[in-house]
């Protein structure tokens, strides 16, 4: 229906054969920097100070790839000369700058975060002067070299996690095609290295920075200020412009805009009939092969660890990952860990200072992470709790890379306290913008998490409550409690080391060899979850998002397959269409984790009656049921989720949380029949799980104070 409206309203009266208009290059302008404001809770240290910097044409392929390396030799850590001089200043907590290409007219993007309105004068100083310097004293060649070094690694490995490849593929093509370029040049960028690696014996770099940035006749820059209550007053100035709109209008002309708007609202709550459906081209469950993909590996024990092996090609690119066994751990100890994973690597070693470490990582290493992680058991209530250390990197670089590995691992210093005040105050930054822009995760994960002790530990090391944690942290800052937390979570009790790709047997005698060992067996420490909640976030921002997660009276766990199938209707058919197409709402959706069901929405106009929506989920249900339309589409969408192309790195992390969650070959082929073989006869029988008792039942809502003032199912409202 909408793809009619396209095309009859704006489409079908454009000539056949008509050339395509290209548009006109935005004249150069120049701007002072203008003050806007934005709604906030509180104003101390919230302004931002954003620079744009028009640099060319969407062609310019090889400007855009070195001003990408500018970019981040300049702000791509706490050691680059701009966001240094920002940080040496007090003036701000965060700087950052990157390349948005994929326009006609690319531009830079400058952003300060966490400053002053009186204080933005200062700062634009230093950035012009810092900038400057950099021009006149030249760029450091070891982090420009290693930033290639990186980029040729992505292009060899080419991973771009979930999304697939052919997505990937065509966007990149798309940034070009669009604008009448060749799409292939947004493909194989990697033929520019060798000329990028040639100018780094010239000056190039410093006389491109001079003429896009320092001398740049096409910018402009923002200083956005926080002011609490902006939007009650922008509400209230919308509503008196309604009155007035509405006082200056004829009876005619209000009459002709209510039917105009009830006939808009009928469209837009109608549903596509079966017959506009069935002309969708769609595979049939005949086309499916009933056996699911596997996921081969060895497992062994090897000199007091578990060894995970995968013998899959790998282009020569080595894969380790190692899993440090944290069950004996509390609560507040874990919380610790999350704060020394998100500092390693970022903080001075022994041997190397911050900024060393940048360009031995971007040089050495495809990608170095230190995450923890809780994982659910298949078939029992028991749980994993683990920090995975996982890196890549080019075989003929496999050894100095372990050996830098080696070095964050076991050799990191925390003796330089601003450091580390600097490093947790950005962490806390990004946490705090993604409750804003990403509060569908937050809430998922705050309302589930009293579901299951699992689901608690992932709420206090990832979600709102370790936000809680860090920003008590940042305030009251204890250094001497992560230094005695750091030197007891690498040890080989418990180890599970995973590798894949070339080298295996000269990484297994290394980490064997460098994993310390004390000798003791530690034993696991019982953990309670969390109560039920009914809450809502305050932040300073226009949209919401609201979940719900019940405890269902039955084990779920034999049910994977069934549960997914319904999810699939559930997202794709009834929260579509309540929540998305009718409410407004960007998105929504249903699944089942940590042993309980969760609904979601995503930007959502009214999480109130989202709320109230997720609650009918049962009645839908029977409806669903007793309804003609056939579950072949929803079980083929389920059996895509479910086995996915996957990339390497993404293949291997799988096979090893099957390993540590007791996941086997037979419980993969149970999940696929049971999904294949779903009927409405079997939905009819889960439907129960969806008339949870009332007090099993958590509710968050992430969203401005008076939109969650508006949902009666929260008891309590905290302003992040």
């Known amino acids: 229906r909408t793809l009619g409206v396209i095309n009859d309203e704006f489409l079908a009266d454009l ?57 981040s030799v300049l702000a791509d850590d ?55 310097k950099a021009a006149e004293t030249g760029l450091d060649r070891k982090a420009l070299e290693a930033m290639i070094d990186k980029l040729d690694f992505q292009a060899r490995e080419k991973d771009y996690g979930f999304a697939p490849k052919g997505l990937v593929f065509g966007m990149q093509a798309l940034g070009i095609w669009n604008y009448d370029g060749d799409p292939l040049d947004g493909l194989v960028q990697e033929r520019l290295f060798a000329g ?106 090897s000199d007091g660890l578990t060894l995970i ?23 507040a100890d874990l919380q610790k860990i999350t704060l020394v994973s998100g500092l390693l690597g970022h903080v001075d070693t022994r041997h190397h200072t911050a900024g060393e470490l940048e360009n031995l990582k971007k040089g050495l290493l495809g990608k170095l992470t230190f995450d923890l992680t809780s994982l659910n058991h298949q078939h029992d209530e028991e749980y994993e ?37 600097d490093l947790l105050s950005q962490n806390r930054n990004d946490m705090e913008q993604s409750i804003t822009y990403a509060g569908h995760r937050f809430a998922m994960g705050r309302c589930s998490a009293p579901m299951s002790v699992c689901a608690t530990i992932r709420e206090a090391t990832s979600g709102y409550e370790m936000y809680r944690y860090l920003k008590h942290f940042c305030e009251r800052p204890d250094v001497d409690s992560l230094r005695r937390i750091y030197s007891e979570i690498f040890l080989k009790d418990g180890l599970v080391l995973s590798l894949s790709g070339p080298d295996q047997e000269e990484r297994l005698a290394y980490w064997s060899e460098m994993i310390p060992d004390d000798g003791r067996k530690r034993s696991h420490v019982v953990k ?10 305050a932040v300073a921002s226009q949209v919401s998002y609201g979940a719900m997660a019940a405890e ?32 407004g709402a960007y998105g929504t959706g249903f699944t089942v984790r940590s042993r309980s069901c969760v609904w979601y929405s995503y930007r959502d106009p009214n999480p109130a009656g989202s709320l109230k929506i997720f609650g009918h989920t049962a009645e839908y249900l029977k409806q669903f049921v007793a309804g003609e339309e056939s579950m072949e589409k929803y079980i083929i969408g389920t059996i895509g989720d479910s086995d996915p192309i996957l990339t390497n790195k ?71």
């Open 552 to 583: 269902p009276d039955m084990d779920i766990l034999p049910l994977n397959g069934k549960l997914a199938v319904i999810s699939k209707i559930l997202s794709l058919d009834y929260l579509w269409n309540t929540i998305r197409a009718q409410g």
């Open 78 to 132: 706490n050691q680059s000369p701009l966001k240094k001089a920002v940080l040496e200043s007090g003036l701000a907590q965060d700087v950052a700058m990157m390349v948005n290409d994929s326009f006609y007219q690319p531009y830079v993007e400058l952003t300060v975060y966490n400053t002053n309105q009186k204080d933005a004068a200062r700062l634009d100083g230093i950035i012009r002067d810092t900038l400057k």
């Open 528 to 537: 309670e979850k969390m109560a039920p909640l009914r809450e809502g976030l």
């Open 196 to 301: 990028l690696r040639e100018k780094l014996n010239s000056d190039y770099y410093e006389r491109l920075l001079q003429r896009t940035l320092i001398d740049s006749v096409h910018y402009a820059s923002v200083l956005a200020v926080p002011k609490i209550g902006l939007e009650d007053e922008k509400r209230a100035e919308m509503a008196r412009a309604m009155e007035n709109l509405k006082a200056e209008m004829s009876e005619a002309d209000r009459a002709e805009l209510l039917a105009f708007n009830r006939q808009f609202n009928a469209w837009q709550q109608s549903v596509d009939t079966p017959e506009q459906k069935a002309t969708l081209p769609q595979l049939h469950i005949s086309d499916i092969d009933p056996e699911p993909s596997q996921i081969a590996k060895t497992v062994t024990e």
């Open 15 to 71: 000539p056949a054969g008509k050339p395509v208009e290209m548009i006109n290059l935005q004249a150069p302008v120049t701007s002072g920097m203008s003050t806007v404001y934005f709604d906030a809770t509180e104003t101390e240290n919230k302004a931002l100070m954003d620079y744009g910097y028009v640099i060319g044409r969407y062609d310019e392929y090889e400007e855009h790839l070195a001003l990408g390396l500018i970019c």
């Open 650 to 720: 993404i293949r291997f992390t799988n096979g090893d949380v099957m390993y540590l969650t007791g996941v086997s070959a037979e419980d993969r082929r149970e999940t696929r029949r049971q999904i294949l073989n779903m009927d409405k006869e079997q939905i009819a029988k889960l439907i129960s799980l969806f008339e949870t008792d009332p007090q099993k039942i958590s509710y968050c809502v992430v969203g401005p104070q008076a939109v969650l003032e508006k949902c009666e199912e929260l008891s309590e409202i905290i302003s992040v």
């Open 385 to 421: 709790v683990r920090l995975s250390v996982s890196y890549s990197a080019l075989a003929e670089k496999e050894q100095p890379a372990a050996d830098l590995v080696r070095e964050i691992m076991l050799e990191s210093s925390w003796d330089n306290d601003q450091q580390i005040r």
């Open 309 to 331: 092996r995968y013998d899959d090609n790998t282009s020569g690119i080595c894969y380790t990952r190692m899993y440090f066994d944290l069950g004996s751990f509390p609560l």
